[in-house]
């Protein structure tokens, strides 16, 4: 059966309505929110000695911000230009010039700087090598740098070897050509950022209805009944978005937060990219409902719940009985789990009360189409897998598969991370499929070379076996990173700076230096400066949220002269460790990349197809799952029981999760957080907690728990009472090493942790007092 396609943007109805509007006052004077000119002010002049490059940059390249990821100003859901600050704040790393040499002369001077005066000193300008005891870095020849890395990468076993690729502006083509190359060169650690983001959400989508993808687009959201984001706050992360909620609203959506913190960003909104509300804001969300950190599940057992009942007193009335019938599995077994489950149960796991789940299971009764988006805040548990699965049996149940404004989409933070694992840029995968028997000979027969049959570590079990004894045949020698900064994006920073420094060799392949990369290594550090996406010979192609893979060419202007293309590199380094074998990995265009890309993963064929600026086709329609029918084994979607997870604390413990601020990724664009005016170190809390524990606003408080400690500043809003949020990377010092989710092997991002005052913490000169309160704690847990 063919794909639908949607068809050309939808036309955005620009006609005011004031019932939408956030504020009478112009331009949201006196509110706290984003002043969107004056950054963009800003950004003009951080850009002022290439603005002709930094132009062409916006209108011919694929945006390198947010997931929705577009080409030039336009995009595909609506008419009307497409620019926002996200894609605004990362500009700078394409034009800026290479920093000064006199940076490279002593590390120290460079340690005394933050990850954000770091990134502004400018671009890696060549090859550089820091050996122990070295104080400056010293320039090297990419011969020189290759072939060092090449020689000890020859000397260890392959599962000592590991390679990680982050998320900045990194294409397909080198996902795919770095996914080639470890397994040529007989590794299969290697990771990527967006696996340590949504891994979850691909795991659970594939056992319940035989995707890993969006099932749906951005236009759906358009003219749905219901439009719902769990766990995500698109507003702040993907701000553009913001236009498709306000072209929803206007079409009559309603729109519905489910996350423990009534988020500003999604109460009110002031969009610069149309008139009205650009002038007096945009009331976005609905209605909020919020859940204990790790509620979900509980909240999502009562919707289902409420939905049997209402079943036996009105059939039909709440479930899509056709769509079950004929496109699922296990409906039986998930009435009886549910049905086990009282109603007190539910309501302490989730935070809410019986009637306020009846109130959200009505309103999805009712609606007969339905969106639901979501982001870590459902994925980054250790029970991530299990938050989706829980979303995908609420959308099937109501039959919000397969068809127009339905659908379920995890939305992504990164412009073209959707594709890093449809590359085969992970432990568990291969390009256009798992990591299985079937699929290795498939790819082998592709790539001509044997593939290893061993697992593969995700980077956090990478980062583990660093510390493995000496002639642990998995104890990581080599670390091989395009980008990223372990030291402010993992758990546990203190165990994180250990394991980095723990191995022999570092390679840091990337445009900018930032704090991970000034670490010491046993043998040597090398980094190698790399060409951004607007640089790339032959340009690049990279895949949205919405499955949407866009060309991007090379753009004309200014370049580092030693900066090379990722692909390229990797091509480089691989021939010089297997000279006699070179031809098997050999590309000389990124043309043949994308003619490869085509046969190894089927949905990509198209991608072959994109040669200049506008091309972009999406992958399997406008709908997965079109009609029902999904891609599982008797093409019928699972709906699967789903446990709720252990959720204990007692009375002075508070669950933790982490937020973020004006940032993208680690990198940080401002102090305070512009959509409720909180510092870095703020601690978000209830003003009821805050009474019981005798803390004033504005107070000195400490967060504390076995893994660590962080003092900060209590800020009062409106977060559900016993849960409290910190910024990240500030809070990671609360959160655990070395615990994982179960199916996905994500690491966990959320935790518990005491709460007290600064001045009762730091009185206790007794050390007993601290770990008495983390045991009492941990007991609780337990």
């Known amino acids: 059966m063919g794909k639908t396609k949607h068809t050309g943007p939808i036309k955005l109805d620009k006609s005011p309505k004031p019932s939408l509007w956030a504020s009478v006052m112009p331009m949201g004077l006196g509110k706290v929110k984003p002043h969107h000119i004056r950054d963009t002010l800003k950004v003009v002049w951080e850009n002022k000695d290439q603005l002709s490059y930094a132009y062409r940059i916006l209108t011919q390249g ?67 090598s820091r050996k122990p005891g070295e104080k400056k870095f010293t320039r ?55 696996r340590i983001c949504h891994s979850p959400s691909k795991t659970a989508l594939k056992r319940s209805l ?5 099932s749906c687009s951005y236009k759906d959201w358009i003219g ?38 009534r988020e500003p960003a999604m109460e009110k909104y002031w969009i610069p990219s149309i008139w009205e509300s650009a002038l007096f804001g945009t009331k976005i969300a609905d209605d909020f409902y919020q859940v ?27 479930i899509d009985w056709q769509f079950v019938r004929e496109h699922t599995n296990g409906i039986d077994e998930l009435k009886v789990h549910v049905a086990k489950y009282d109603w007190e149960t539910l309501e302490k796991s989730s935070g809410l009360s019986k ?111 660093i510390l493995l004894p000496d002639g642990h045949e998995r ?40 704090t991970s990369t000034l670490l010491d290594a046993k043998e040597e550090v090398i980094i190698l400066p790399a060409m951004t996406r607007y640089e790339q010979p032959g340009g690049g192609t990279s895949t949205s949220t919405e499955r949407m893979v866009y060309f991007s060419p090379e753009i004309e202007g200014p370049r580092i002269e030693e900066a090379r293309a990722e692909w390229e590199i990797y ?122 524990l005798g803390i004033r606003e504005g107070e000195t408080i400490v967060a504390y728990n076995r893994h660590g400690m962080m003092q900060g500043r209590a800020r009062f809003a409106d977060v559900k009472q016993g849960n409290i949020a910190v910024y990240w990377p500030e809070g990671n010092v609360l959160i655990p090493k070395g615990v994982y989710e179960t199916y996905a092997q994500i690491p966990e991002y959320n935790t518990i942790a005491i709460v007290e005052k600064a001045e009762t913490f730091h009185a206790q000169k007794d050390q007993k007092y601290v770990e008495k309160r983390i045991e009492e704690m941990e007991m609780t847990v337990d």
């Open 475 to 514: 104890k990581v020698r080599v670390l091989y990173t395009s980008g990223g900064n372990f030291l402010e994006t993992m758990p546990n920073p203190d165990f994180i700076r250990k394991a980095l420094e723990s191995l022999e060799l570092r390679v840091h392949q990337d445009i900018i230096f930032n």
């Open 140 to 194: 090297i020849s990419w011969d020189e740098a290759l072939n060092r890395i090449a020689e000890k990468i020859k000397s260890i076993n392959p599962k000592q070897l590991a390679f990680y690729l982050t998320a900045r502006g990194i294409t397909n083509e080198v996902y795919y050509t770095a996914a080639k190359v470890a397994r040529f060169l007989g590794t299969n650690n290697i990771d990527n950022a967006s």
């Open 224 to 261: 749905t009944d219901v439009l719902v984001f769990w766990g995500s706050v698109a507003a702040n992360n993907q701000p553009v978005s913001t236009k498709y909620m306000y072209a929803a609203k206007k079409a009559g959506t309603k729109i519905i937060v489910i996350n423990p913190y």
């Open 355 to 465: 009637e306020k789940m009846y109130e959200f299971a009505k309103l999805l009764a009712e609606a007969k189409s339905g969106v639901f988006v979501w982001s870590m805040g459902l994925t980054q548990h250790r029970f991530g897998t299990d938050n989706v699965s829980q979303v995908a049996n609420l959308a099937m149940l109501r039959g919000f598969i397969g068809r127009a404004h339905c659908g379920l989409m995890p939305i992504r933070g990164h412009s073209g991370v959707q594709g890093s694992g449809e590359m085969g840029a992970d432990p568990f995968v291969l390009p256009g499929g798992e990591f299985d028997e079937e699929n290795i000979a498939r790819i082998e027969n592709i790539w001509g070379f044997p593939i290893p049959r061993w697992q593969g570590d995700t980077i956090g079990q990478t980062l583990e076996n």
């Open 62 to 128: 694929v945006c390198d911000g947010c997931a929705l990821g577009v080409a030039g100003l336009r995009d595909q859901t609506l008419t009307g230009p497409h620019l926002c600050t996200t894609r605004l704040n990362v500009l700078r790393l394409n034009t800026m010039p290479a920093i000064d040499a006199k940076w490279l002369e002593n590390v120290d001077k460079l340690r005394e700087l933050d990850s954000t005066e770091l990134r502004k000193l400018g671009r890696i300008p060549y090859p550089l």
């Open 210 to 214: 035989g995707i890993g993808a969006s």
């Open 292 to 318: 204990n950190i790790g509620g979900d599940i509980a909240f999502m057992n009562g919707v289902i719940k409420h939905w049997f009942e209402m079943e036996e007193n009105n059939p039909g009335s709440a």
């Open 571 to 692: 091509i480089d380094l691989a021939s010089r460790v297997k000279p006699e074998e070179k031809h098997l990995i050999y590309f000389s265009h990124a043309q043949e990349i994308r003619n490869e890309i085509a046969i190894a993963n089927r949905n990509y064929d198209g991608i072959q197809h994109l040669k200049k600026k506008g091309d972009v086709f999406q992958w399997g329609g406008a709908w997965l799952c079109e009609g029902g029918v999904c891609p599982t084994a008797d093409g019928r979607g699972n709906l699967i029981p789903i446990e709720l997870p252990e959720l204990r604390k007692a009375e002075g413990q508070f669950f933790v999760t982490t937020r973020r601020g004006k940032q993208f990724n680690s990198m940080i664009y401002s102090d305070k957080d512009p959509f409720n005016a909180a510092d870095r170190y703020d601690i978000l809390m209830n003003r009821e907690d805050a009474t019981k």
